[in-house]
Structure formats: structure tokens, C-alpha cells
């Protein structure tokens, strides 16, 4: 059978631009005359479309847009349309909706098939708006009989859940016994490092145990913290790629999945992967939000000059404003390193000393902190200084700001409420600091762009006399270890220090991890690229004691 | 059967703490003798417990602690123990955990019944967590048949859901068909205005059906966001009121219910219930997250006002902080009426003026902002400039800062973010414009607490020469309507139009409440008292594009 793969990038909500886009491809892959378009899980309104779900009116334009598209149909007589849109049940009682994959074809609904396994963890809710389908079953189309399923439908393979399976019923072993003779899934499985070549593997199996072709359609772009990877594939009955998409990017492309496939799949590099996401990460929250351009604090350290390439990267130098803001405290190479990073980038820079502000506010609060010693307080004030005068920058000129603070920190409350946190949009949010590191050898790879100076000094806030990041924290070689085993691997620190870390150092992370709860609950919204970001996927209590 | 209803307040995570005001009550309340003791849902760990239930260690602990109250109840052999914890449900597929009611009695578990209906919308996540029960069965206990459920097993009435029941099965019904005598309901059920009344027509409603005497022990306290005002009640068989409960406290007490209801109901009145709510969510959240003093900026409005008293009715006068900070738009009647109002509540007041740092910032952007007008930018630097101040006494005494902004200003954006939005807490951020004066008025119902000035003067940001909100947003009444109708009755803005509602403002607000999605994304945690507030239980998408 002659597929179109429509790896798409749709606009949560934009129902009418998401159509216009389906019908776009239509028209033009119609030359390849394709029996099947096939476009992503819910292409229809984007992925995830959260609460919208549950408007009225919301679900009342996805009929009507899908009736339109019964028209075109008829437009293209040979070609059947399958794409994803929440379908309302018809029933009273239950959730009102399915998640559902539909086939249009010659001005009708030829078939649908609901989604059975609801994903409700991490940063997935699907049982708070859908109903799961009670049966499963294939569709005669053509001269195939289609196993249509779900994204999260193909991902009940006991090999992936060592632990425990989070489903009794595998969809794709009912397809594949009511004699399917090519699989189909539509996904929106968003981008974590890593996450790729476990999606290979699962779809490999079931070919291997099923020995039937897998098309797997996956919805690219960035929604919120949430980035799509794309990476559809098509594999033959023996295992064999037919074809496997790009990353990060639309692409649309006619295949047979009668042929044999030919082409070596090998994973994207895991830094590099990284580094594209975050790229696609800034350009669609901007591009769907209305930005598009952006101002970010330049602060002489890592965390900043890798923010303010990757912004490149995603929107092009002349959109991208950096201002080295400095203090008291600022060592002379901060505003030097930060200027030859623009300059190597080509981005506007600004020098905006903030020590006359800072000191207006030491003069204003002078009689109330009277015999107090300075502390921390002192530090935020100079942190929060900074954040204003971007948010100033983003008011009067319409710039968004990035905050550039980096995973590590964000976990263990290294970091400033309205100060460095402050901003649209976390780049780093999700990227631990050895992670930083390695992305910024990426960005050097062939010419030095961020400059030398910056990749070696030790990590400062320089919010205080000769501060370094290791007067407060473990070295960031071991932070990362623990934070990837307690906050990804949802070990216990029990469990750590069996690993072979400190015992003090373990607990000193979990508690501090624990503790910052509250800030990470007024961070801005951050880009996910590991199995498990703070923000939405990871829902912990504030008002709470305990101690892991 | 003689019962004590336990309505504690739990702290979240606590188990041992928990355990301890268990084994308290336990031994207090069997000089009366009763046949059983019942604690609310989940009062082991906590409602909600979040993902905490996620951690083994978290569910280890709970078995632990389980098995010493086995120990415990050997030396109360007369009394039985019920009470909500998870249960593993030992099963390798599916979720691994039971929302459980667990009846202990002389040294081990007699019965257990688990949760058939696991609310999963609104601020409920419970599909994230747990698998429903299986099964649902009457208990025999001494001399009753008990039917026990917990919390949303009761909520299945088809009166209470006019356009959609949730659930196909009822629990209730099933214990009443399986001859229960006696209906327990144990609950985290959380408050908003108006709650008690629905939730009490729904248990009377299952006793005129069923002719059984009902028991419902339901959580008290403040845990983040939720307030749960417990008011735990028995009715008997013909539906009148045994036992009720006082709101927003904790309270044990031992009842018979074998005898004849002789209390008169009456609902509490609902200006005060919010103020009771508003009390207990800020005197938990601080005594829940260590903190014992707040420190409030007071700008002559009535927010802060309002704020300020419902701090000294929650932690005391001695405990709170006011700081009134005038800037160069800061009327003369600001300074002289928060003062005024420190004084009537005996609060520490300070005015520490941001004329001085707004002007540094402005000199140190003139250079960058030279030529362009002044704009919302200076409004939000002076915003933020009192943001600072106020976290810099945060950081500085380890006050928590109260946060002041209402409901309607966040629903259509009008506060700035890391400004008047910064804070631990936010008090007032589901409670509307138009209820804020309502409940001004209840503190002034004995005396005027808060100065006549501040509650009849225009409301104003005071952020330029002139301003009132009047000059932004639609008059609050017209404003609290529209965003009733849109933000808690989910009505389309068709919909609100139809009711009289002038098109265009209707459509104002509506794009409004969606453009400040991203504010809100990093909104201090505030306290819920309406049945739909901003926060957890309202999931937008932020980089998407539609227009209700």
C-alpha cells in the first residue's frame, strides 16, 4: 500500500490552521497518488490539547471541521484520509470523549478506531478527558487489513516494563490476531534523550513478533514544555526500515510498504538530539505564542552564552538581544567573556551595570536591616534586579525573555525566585549542568563560539565576593549522578547511597531537592528533554513534611 | 453503634506524625467506648499525598506503620479502627495502588474496601495513582452490617450531574442492595463556597433512598491549595441530622447511631465560610511549610486590607508584617489609610518609599529606553521594585510573603508578574473582586476594622498619575459575572451573550483570561474556595492558538 506520512506540526487549538494544513498536504502529495494519508494523534487540534478538551464549543469545531474534510474527501476519490481527533462517545455517563484515529474516505467516515490505553503519569493526563475504547479491531481498506492503533496502544511490550506493566491488554497482539496485514499507529510521544531508540525497539518487536509491516506517524513541533520528535518510521514485515523520518522537523513523504526495506536506521546522537529539541523547543513557543524576539541575560557563565546560541540557533541572530548586567560582585571577565560570545554569535549586547540600583536598594533598606548581616538577601536583591530589567526589556520592546537556568540548580533551589528564574520560557530548565557542558562542546565543535574563558572558569552566581557554585553545592559531576537517580529513577536516597555516593551528600540533595519544591512551582514553563522534568510530570506537595 | 468521628487534620507526607494523632485520639476517646473510631481518606499519609505515592519507601512506610497499628489496637480489643490509607493491590499490571478504607480490630485487618470511583478532573488526579476496586461489599462489624465507601463512591447521584454522570455504577446503591445497616463515607472532600450544602443533599439523598443511617467523616485542614473544611456528619435513618460537625476545625466526637436525629441543619453562611477557609488555608500552609510570621505589602487597597486581616485572624497580630511602599503615583490617602489600618489591627507597619530605586532604574534605562513613551514598563518596575523589597524581608527575617492579588485580576492579567504576583501564598486568588468586598464587609460587621476609606475608594494600581482599574477593565460586578459564567461554568462566550452580556466585553474578557495563561503558569500557589479556580485544577495550553 502507497502511504503518505505527514509528520506535522500542529497548533494546539488552532483547528481551522490544522485542517488547512491536512488539506495543503493533501493536494500536493495527491500527484503521488497514495492510497492512505496518514497524519498524527489528535493532528486535528494538536497535542496536548489539555482542558480545551472540555469545552463545548471546542469539540463542536472539531465536528464541524471533520465534516468539511468529508467534503474535500470527495476531492480525491483513491485516497484515504486517517487522522486524529477527539470523538465524543454518544453516551451519558463516562467521559464524554475518545481519543480516537479516523478514516476518511470518499466523503465519509470509513472506520474509526478509539484509543484504548489512556497514558495518566508523567506529564500525561488522558484519563481526565477520555474514555477508552472498549474494543479494538482491524479495518478492511483497500488490499490491506489495517491494525490501527494509538500511540500509547503499542507501548504495553513487557520487555519496556521490567517493573510492572501498567496494562492487562496489549492492543497490538489483538490487531495482530485478527489478522492485520499492515500495522498503523498515530503517536504525539514526545522527545526525551534516549527516548528514540526505545521507541525504535518497541516497534521492532512488534514487527518481529507480529511479522507484519509498522507505519508509525509521529506529530513533531513544541507544545509548551512538551517537544515532539517526529521520527516516523515504516518497517517491513522482517524488521527492516522502509523509511525513518528526520527529527525535529515536518516532513512528508509518499512510501510503499510492500517493499523491502533498505535503509540502516541508526539513532540521532544523544547531545545532538538535545540541542535540536531545545532549538525547536524556543522557535515554536515563540512562533504560537507570538514572539519573536528575544532578550537574555548575560551573565559571563555557561548556563547564559548556551542559551543565547541555542536562541540563535532557533531564530536567527538579529532577533536575539543579550545585556550583561553586572554588580558589585561581577568579575571584569564576565562582561568581557559575555561580549565576545556576541560577538561570536553576531547578537546585539548591551552593558547595563546594576550597581546603582543595587545600592538604592541597600540606602532604602538600610534603617529596617540595621545591624542585620548581609546574607542571601543581599544576593536575591542583586538576582531580582536583573529580573526586573529584562522583564522592563521584554515590556518596552516586546522581547521574550529566556531564563537560562539549568536543571542542577533548579533541583536543589540553587537558584532566585524573580530573579535569574524570571522569564517566558526555561531553556535549560530540564538540562542538567554536566548536560550544559556537553552541549556547549557541541556548539564548539568546529569553531570555538562560546568562548574558551567561559567553558573553563568555575560556576558562579558572582553575587557575592569570590563565589563559586562549589562553596554550596557537591561538584556538579556527582550533583547530577544523584539527581538522575533520585529525581528521573525515583530512587529512594537509600537506594543511592547503596550506589556508592555519600550518605551525607544524598541526603543533603534529597532534602534540598525536597525543599524547593515552592520555587519550582513559580518557575516558568521549561522545555522537557528527560524521562522526568520538573513541572507538569512531576506533582510533589509544598505544604508537607517528610524526608526521603 | 457507637462511633467516634475523627475529623483530624493530617499533614500531608507526616505518616508518622499521622500515626501518633491516631494512637492519641485512640486512647482519649475509648473512655466512651465506641465501637469503632473512623478517620478520614487517606488520614494516614494525607489527602492528597500526590507523587509521594509514587516512592516506594513512601508505600513501605504506610505498611510499617499499619502493622504497629495492629500492635496498638490489641490494647482496645473492643474497638475497631477505620481508617484511609494506599494499599498495594499486589498485582504486577495496572496501577500498583488502592485508595483504601482499612478496618483494624484486635491486632489485624478485618476488612478492607477500596475505592471504585477515582476522580480524575478538576484539582483530582486520582487515575495518576490508583486502580478502582475491584469489587464493593457490605462488612459485617459486631452488631451492624457496614457499608463503607470512600469519599466519591458517594458522589454518583444522578441529581447532582443534570448533563453527565461520570460513573455508570454507584456504590452506594450496591451497599444498600447488599443490606448494609449502617453507610460509612470517609472523605478528603475539599471546600468551596457552597460545597456543604450540595455535599450534604447528596448524603441526604442516599438516605431517603436507601432508609440507612450515614456516617461521613471527612479530612479538616489546609493542605497547598485545597481547604478542607471537614464538617463530618451522621444522619439517621429518616435523613435527620445526628451529629454535625463544626467547619474548618478538628473535631472528635463520639455519637450513637442508633438514635433519632434531633439537630437542626443549617448550612454556614457562605461570605463567612470563605473567611474561615481563608484563615485555616493560610494558618496550615505556614504551619505546614515552617513558617510562624508573613509580611504583607499594603497598598491602601482593599486586597491587601483584606489580607491583612485574614493574616491576624490566622497567626496574630504579633505575627504579621505590613509595608506600605509609596511610589511617585501613590496617593497621599495610601500611606494614611494602611496605616490607619495596621493600627485598628494592631499590626507592625512600616512605609518604606521605592521613589529612590524607581528613579535608579530609570536613570540606568534611560540610555536604552531614550525615545520611547512611558508604557505598562514603568508601571511593572515599580510593581517589581516591591516585589523585591517585600521578598528581600522574606529572605531577610524568614517572613513568608503573603501575596494580595483577587481573582479578577488574574483571571484577565491585570498584576504583574514577580510584582504584586510574587509571594509563598496567594490569599485572595480565587476569591472575585466583588466577594472580596463582601468579605470586607463581614470584618467590619462588629466595628470597622478596615478604614471606611478603603473600601469605598475606586480601586487603583496607583502605578501612574490618575489610574483605576476602571480605566482597564470592565466594573467588577459586570466583570465577576462574565468571569463566573466563563471560568467556573466553562460557558462559551456565545453562551454568556445569550445571557445579556454585552458582546464585546465578553468577548474582552475572554481573551483575556486566555491570553494570561502564561502569568499564571508561574502564579504563587494560591488557596481554592470556588468550584473552579486557576491553578491545578484548570490545565490551559500557553503556545496554542484558539479563541473561544
Wanted: net charge neutral; aromatic share 8%; hydrophobic share 40%.
Amino acid at each position: 500500500m502507497k502511504i503518505t506520512i505527514a509528520q506535522i506540526n500542529p497548533i494546539v487549538g488552532d483547528i481551522q490552521g490544522n485542517l488547512e494544513k491536512m488539506v495543503g498536504i493533501l493536494s500536493s502529495t495527491s500527484k503521488d497518488k497514495p492510497d492512505l494519508v496518514v497524519f498524527p494523534e489528535l493532528s486535528l487540534v494538536g497535542y496536548p490539547p489539555k482542558d480545551l478538551l472540555e469545552r463545548e464549543w471546542f469539540i463542536q469545531k472539531t465536528k464541524t471541521s471533520l465534516q468539511k474534510l468529508f467534503k474535500i474527501s470527495n476531492d480525491y476519490p483513491d485516497i484515504g484520509i486517517l487522522l486524529g481527533a477527539p470523538l465524543s462517545t454518544g453516551k451519558d455517563t463516562g467521559k464524554g470523549l475518545y481519543n480516537s484515529a479516523v478514516l476518511i474516505y470518499q466523503g465519509k467516515i470509513l472506520a474509526t478506531q478509539h484509543k484504548s490505553l489512556l497514558p495518566t503519569y508523567d506529564v500525561f493526563d488522558e484519563s481526565r478527558y477520555f474514555a477508552p475504547a472498549s474494543e479494538i479491531h482491524t479495518i478492511k481498506f483497500k488490499d490491506e487489513i489495517l491494525g490501527i492503533s494509538i500511540c500509547e496502544d503499542a507501548w504495553n511490550d513487557p520487555e519496556l516494563w521490567p517493573k510492572r506493566k501498567f496494562y492487562a491488554f496489549d492492543p497490538i497482539a489483538q490487531l495482530a490476531k485478527d489478522k492485520a496485514t499492515l500495522m498503523i499507529n498515530i503517536s504525539s510521544s514526545p522527545f526525551f534523550m534516549g527516548k528514540e531508540e526505545i521507541r525504535y525497539k518497541l516497534i521492532e518487536n512488534h514487527v518481529k513478533k507480529h511479522k507484519v509491516p509498522f507505519v508509525f506517524v509521529n506529530q513533531v513541533g513544541g507544545n509548551d514544555e512538551l517537544i515532539f520528535d517526529g521520527r516516523s518510521l515504516c518497517l517491513d514485515k522482517e524488521g527492516e526500515s522502509i523509511a525513518v523520518f528526520p527529527c525535529f522537523k515536518e516532513h512528508i513523504q509518499t512510501i510503499d510498504t510492500s517493499v523491502r526495506g533498505k535503509i540502516k536506521y541508526a539513532p540521532q546522537d544523544k547531545v545532538e538530539s538535545v540541542y535540536e529539541a531545545l532549538v525547536l523547543g524556543i522557535y515554536d513557543y515563540m512562533r504560537k505564542s507570538g514572539f519573536s524576539k528575544v532578550v537574555i541575560g548575560l551573565s559571563g557563565g555557561i548556563d547564559s552564552a548556551l542559551t543565547c546560541c541555542l536562541a540563535v540557533s532557533a531564530i536567527g541572530k538579529q532577533n536575539v538581544l543579550g545585556i550583561c548586567m553586572p554588580s558589585p560582585y561581577s568579575s571584569e571577565g564576565s562582561i568581557k567573556d559575555s561580549k565576545k560570545l556576541a560577538q561570536n554569535l553576531g547578537v546585539d549586547f548591551r552593558v547595563i551595570p546594576i550597581s546603582g540600583i543595587y545600592h538604592s536598594y541597600l540606602e532604602t533598606l538600610k534603617t529596617d536591616f540595621k545591624g542585620k548581616l548581609p546574607d542571601v538577601t543581599e544576593e536575591n536583591i542583586q538576582a531580582r534586579i536583573r529580573g526586573n530589567i529584562l522583564m522592563a526589556f521584554s515590556n518596552k520592546l516586546g522581547h521574550l525573555v529566556l531564563s537560562t537556568g539549568n536543571k542542577s540548580e533548579l533541583a536543589v533551589g540553587y537558584c532566585t525566585l524573580y530573579g535569574d528564574m524570571a522569564g517566558g520560557l526555561g531553556v535549560l530548565t530540564d538540562v542538567p549542568k554536566t548536560l550544559v557542558y556537553k552541549l556547549a562542546d557541541f556548539v564548539n565543535r568546529k569553531s570555538e563560539i562560546i568562548p574558551q574563558e567561559i567553558v573553563v572558569k568555575p560556576p558562579s552566581a558572582e553575587l557575592k565576593p569570590n563565589q563559586t557554585d562549589q562553596d554550596t553545592l557537591p561538584p556538579y559531576d556527582v550533583l547530577d549522578q544523584i539527581l538522575q537517580c533520585f529525581v528521573e529513577e525515583v530512587k529512594s536516597p537509600e537506594e543511592i547511597v547503596k550506589l556508592g555516593f555519600d550518605r551525607k551528600m544524598v541526603q543533603w540533595v534529597a532534602n534540598a531537592v525536597d525543599r524547593s519544591e515552592y520555587k519550582r512551582k513559580q518557575a516558568t514553563l521549561g522545555l522537557k528533554v528527560t524521562s522526568k522534568a520538573f513541572g507538569v510530570g512531576r506533582r510533589m506537595p509544598i505544604a508537607a513534611k517528610f524526608e526521603e
